[in-house]
């Protein structure tokens, strides 16, 4: 097991109802201005905004809002966002949405108390050394951003996708209420669940030894997410599946599953340039980098991938015949994206094998020679990953 | 899956000479005057002492020290604790130990900041309202209160266990080097490991329906503890057993287990009265309640000891036999005590048939009428599980 420090302060009130509590939650983290930041206004169809700015007059916070956010969240709006909180004196934002409006919530956090350009942080010119506060009303069980110290965030011009972690970014409260994710579109509930996996799988497929404790762990969310996912594609208003889906989705991203051993993230780089430059929704690109990631690194760690395949994807085990127990988990898992309508291949989602070298030429700008940790990869390995996925 | 809320604000810097980082987290949490609190001194013998003295003394952070700390932590140490935070001004309190160093030092981080007599709060008389700050060098994997919100604390005249429960008793931090663990004596490893198990099993055993995650993250924690203290067991300087052996016991207990259900420490407030009486070790006492406990109740929810016994002790299953099945998890365990020298019945310890009215009388100043929520128990059902616990 590798050295870590581990901390996620975040207070998650979770279950029905839970959004009333937001006006009490405001007033506990010294609000005095906020900013609701949010999406393209789903949530004032659903009269969820009215619950929630309802809520905060009856604590008498001051407020204003900030809508518009889209998938893949755009440097554009945060610079509006910051612009906002630094003229209005904002001291606290409160994202009511999904990954995407969080990500938004936190970049603009983080640019409110900054002179310079917030995009500085994500170039790594500058540490973000402080930000305002963050606090979550969760609309969508995917990113695990409420709980989590990451913001990805697309600049427009040049097109570039980037994330940035600090544990700053960690929001002070989220309120998770499962009831919220019933009305989300199938596709959108399918995308969250390969999301929420690979944030388990860019962690469990590791090279650190003796990490058998969060093995187990992870492997106990993975096969309840499969489970749970089986039963919301159904029956996308059964409470107990998606409070499971819910809170799975958080302890994927928390850090929880990652203590004590080297994470990867390559599956993630991989796919943030496709999503980049088609603006497809990052999870359906997931689905498509994944098993292609996956047959591509089996060979380097084929216990690592047996393992997976016997106590997530339930394959049989064949002692004599591991990298075929391997494959076959891979398999399943591609079938399992596959059930719930997820692309899994270049074609499903418009692109092509011709893409492949811009692809990879973006690639190189965000994240140099080498991307990965499990298995190091090089621009050509990507390349090949790439190809892979187009089949 | 019920409503809950869940924050682990701990910040668990966790690994090899991880105990040298001491002095940067007591000046990141801006301590001036830190008490440093201990036992009896094997911290001292061991060089652990010095080395954290001197991590203080490199960062220039005023110090003074209270040691004399012993299992079943006593008030008497605990006033001279506040005295002296009083007196001298301190505002940290860094414990250097294990669960009765902690729950010492964060029974007098709420008492410096009271002018009452703090056994108030553990009468429930007052409610915590402001405490000290806690931080903690951990050297023994049992209690968990290196990331709980509970303390426990004997009150020496008249004879009274009692545990008190606040957010505001989680430490800021805690540094677990598991090589601190190594020399600890077998007998102490061993109560350890039933007192880790113990605070799953206090959450496990629920009422609550739908708790699939949970379950499977709980059973994973216990199967690897089991296997772990096999290991460490035999060799108590094999680093990764003891690794996961921490960081399993620091789960167990702080909350992220429970999260969704119902929990019920009715086992613990019936070993409470024993270790009260006898000044037994904590976890040996459990040890002897536990097995007792699981036989009385284990028809209130025959299907939840089968699972139990299925997935953490490995019984084949036999769905036409299911008590049958319930009954051989509960002997398993009952056999892993026993294999870690562990007593699992009351001439064990010392006690006779002849203690438990005196023993049911103390539990009913303690806890009233009834006592429990997996299955609420009388005094009734406590003396005959204490019957049950003699054999």
Redesign the interface.
Known sequence: ????????????????N?ETQVGTLLKESNAKKVLVHYGTGSIKRSGLFDRVIKAINEVGIDYLELGGVVPNPRDTLVYKGIELCKKEQVDFILAVGGGSVIDSAKAISAGALYDGDFWDFFDRLEQVKETLKVGVVLTIHAAGSEGSTSSIITKTSPLRKKGLNTELFRPVFAIINPELTFTLPTYQTAAGIVDMMSHIFERYFTKS??V??VD??S???M??II?AAKVIIKNPTDY?AR??IC??ST?AHNG?LG??RGSDWATHRLEHELSAMYDITHGAGLAVMIPAYMRYTVKSDIQRYRRFAIKVMKVKDNKRKPLKVAMLGIDRLEAFFKSLNMPTSFKEINMSIDDIPKLVENLYVNVGERVGNYQTLTMEDAKKIYELACK
Do not use: C, H, Y
């Open positions: 097991m590798d050295n870590f420090i581990f901390q996620s302060p975040t207070k998650f009130v979770f279950g029905k839970t030894k003796n058998i404790l187990r762990l492997e106990a969310t096969v309840t489970e107990e409070a499971t809170w799975a302890i929880s203590v004590g």
